[in-house]
């Protein structure tokens, strides 16, 4: 079975850029979360979905920061403009909920210059 | 707050010896799940161990097992025989509503040969 993916792997863009940041969830997978994880801060949930619709997104950091989830097989963040300080790697997770764990992609790093 | 505290940092094994990470949380809930996550250089998550707390038994994934004191809110990890591939970044987590996962600042294990 093909695992959470997430793209780019890696991305490194100008500050002010916009950035997009995709996931495809494990199909069959009703909730899919959006992490961030830095050393300073760990490792954080962003926002959350429940069959496409956002459930919490108290942990978005600021407007510059949205996600979308158009359908179950595809969800993206974007951050616009970005900033140095967003350069974080972005982890994408899914799970089948009831308890189940939550299945990571590989993640985004990504650097603001 | 709800919180998930691993009060070491880092710690370091020698190949075929058995190490401890420990892990203490927050909860006012009688029901929940907890889980430890490796993260190895590749940056991957990957599940461990998960435990119900209503399940008293300790959970076991062959050299992995936990060591769960409920009313401690203690939920520490044991590697048997440790090998070079446990070096990582692990991290404790806890089940909050929502099927959100809380984590604990991590514990790097270094293996030695």
Known sequence: DAGVIQS???????????????????????????YRQTMMRGLELLIYF??????DDSGM?????SAKMPNAS???LKIQPSEPRDSAVYFCASSGGGHQPQHFGDGTRLSIL | AQTVTQSQPEMSVQE???VTLSCTYDTSESNYYLFWYKQPPSRQMILVIR?????????????????????????SL?????????????????ETSGSRLTFGEGTQLTVNP
């Open chain 2, 78 to 94: 044991k590697i048997s025989d440790s090998q070079l591939g446990d070096t990582a970044m692990y991290f404790c987590a806890r």
């Open chain 2, 16 to 18: 075929a010896e058995t």
């Open chain 1, 74 to 76: 595809f969800s993206t």
């Open chain 1, 50 to 55: 429940n069959n496409n619709v956002p459930i």
């Open chain 1, 61 to 65: 950091p600021e407007d510059r920061f």
């Open chain 2, 51 to 75: 435990q119900e707390a209503y399940k008293q038994q300790n959970a076991t994934e062959n050299r992995f097992s936990v060591n769960f004191q409920k009313a401690a809110k203690s939920f």
């Open chain 1, 8 to 34: 780019p792997r890696h991305e490194v863009t100008e500050m002010g850029q916009e950035v997009t940041l995709r996931c495809k969830p494990i199909s069959g997978h009703d909730y899919l979360f959006w």
